[in-house]
């Protein structure tokens, strides 16, 4: 048997001494990392995603809360009844009317919005006026960052805003593409610059009339503009602006070419041909 000197044994101790203190630093590791990971799933399991608040702008029986103005009446004349509450949706109709006379219309909710996911459903219904312009056949829309319909003229057609454009298939079958853009009074960005034309196509397909079409608006004040059809992405640009024309008989102090429009009324409208419209909601991202 070997007998170890003094120096020897205090070398051999010195070297347990180092691995009793490594392994004691790796278990306090191991513990230490054990019980972060506990904290973290406790923590994860307590966190609940917060629950989106849509805010109902329709309450399903009467029009509180909406404002009208129609051409050729004054702000809050809802003539021949044009938009009404009914089953639990907002129809437009024409029964009441002897002739059109381009009463073209719209429908404002009385607040307005900067950030936000508008969200919507329409379906086209039988009657179109044929003493309406040919163009309003299958065709009606939502208006955003329009101007307050009370600073709109009487004989003011329509409002200085942007337009999601709701289309629906003629007869002639041919494609017809919901979701576009339309600009009375103003222009948007598309493509990297101020695109001259009053209506962009959208890459929706076309739809049967009859049939109910989800819709979804994301607006980024005066940034990107999105438009989504039963949830697909057909349409963006940006930078909306009052400028280009279309829009007839306003006030010329608010026609203010160039500026950007950062927020707006909201509003739905008639012009000619019959539509019904539900489930009307607004997810408001402004702290977003």
Not at 156 to 166: R, T
Request: net charge positive; charged share 25%.
């Amino acid at each position: 048997m070997r007998i170890f000197k003094s120096s020897e044994n205090q070398q051999v101790n010195f070297i347990l001494v180092h691995i009793s203190l490594t392994l004691m630093l790796t278990i306090s590791s191991m513990k230490t990392l054990v019980i972060t990971a506990l904290c973290c799933l406790v923590f994860l399991s307590d966190a609940k995603p917060k629950k989106e608040k849509w805010i109902q702008l329709f309450n399903g029986k009467n029009l509180k809360n909406w404002t009208v103005k129609i051409h050729h009446h004054e702000v809050g004349d809802n003539y021949g009844n044009t938009f009404r509450a009914e089953d639990g949706m907002i129809k437009v109709r024409y029964d009441q009317y002897d002739h059109f006379n381009e009463r073209y219309g719209h429908l404002y909710f009385n607040k307005p919005f900067s950030n936000y996911i508008l969200r919507l459903q329409y379906r086209f219904t039988g009657l179109w006026r044929n003493d309406a312009p040919i163009y309003t056949e299958r065709n009606s829309g939502v208006m955003f960052h329009s101007q307050d319909p009370r600073t709109m003229q009487k004989e003011q057609d329509w409002p200085i805003s942007v337009e999601m454009q709701f289309l629906g298939v003629l007869a002639d079958g041919k494609p017809r593409p919901t979701g576009n853009m339309c600009s009375p009074g103003t222009d948007v960005v598309y493509q990297g610059r101020i695109d001259p034309r009053h209506c962009i196509n959208s890459s929706s397909e076309t739809f049967e009339n009859e049939r109910w079409i989800t819709v979804e608006l994301i607006v980024r004040g005066d940034s990107l503009v999105t438009h989504k059809i039963n949830g697909k992405t057909v349409l963006e640009y940006s930078q909306p602006q009052i400028g280009g024309g279309v829009a007839n008989r306003y006030n010329p102090a608010l026609k203010l070419d160039g500026k950007l429009l950062k927020s707006g009324f909201i509003a739905l409208q008639s012009e000619g041909q019959e539509i019904d419209f539900r489930n009307i909601e607004i997810l408001d991202l402004s702290n977003q």
